[in-house]
């Protein structure tokens, strides 16, 4: 419990730290969290091959290291899980890119 309230401290204050915009993303869907949550993460891994820095399937979050394509340059970003009454809510954050970049993950992963 103590990591992951210091890993969301950690997170927390970088994006305030972030000079950059902090758009985001969020799609609602009608699947169930754990399998959001799961096809989020082989998404992230698999299909896009982003390092995945830390997750936590209880709370619903992933966050990775971002790469564009034909790129060196990473940034942090965050997939959140929200469980609704009906479905999730998935909510995508890239602090330091523009929101297309956000919306790319978003329609990629939902359209699996």
Known sequence: MQ??????????????????ASA????????????TFQSALRFLR???????TEKDVE???LLFEYTTTGSDTKSNGSIEVIEKDEGVTLV?????????????LADGLLSK
Not at 7 to 13: D, E, I, P, R, V
Request: net charge neutral; proline share 6%.
């Open 59 to 61: 709370s619903g979050y």
């Open 24 to 35: 985001r993303v969020a799609q609602d869907t009608r699947y169930t969290k754990a399998q």
């Open 92 to 104: 995508v954050q890239l602090p330091q890119m523009p929101e297309h970049h956000e919306r790319y």
């Open 3 to 20: 990591r992951l309230l210091l890993s969301l401290g950690f997170f927390c204050a970088l994006q305030l730290a972030s000079p950059e």
């Open 46 to 52: 698999i299909d896009q091959g982003f390092q995945i």
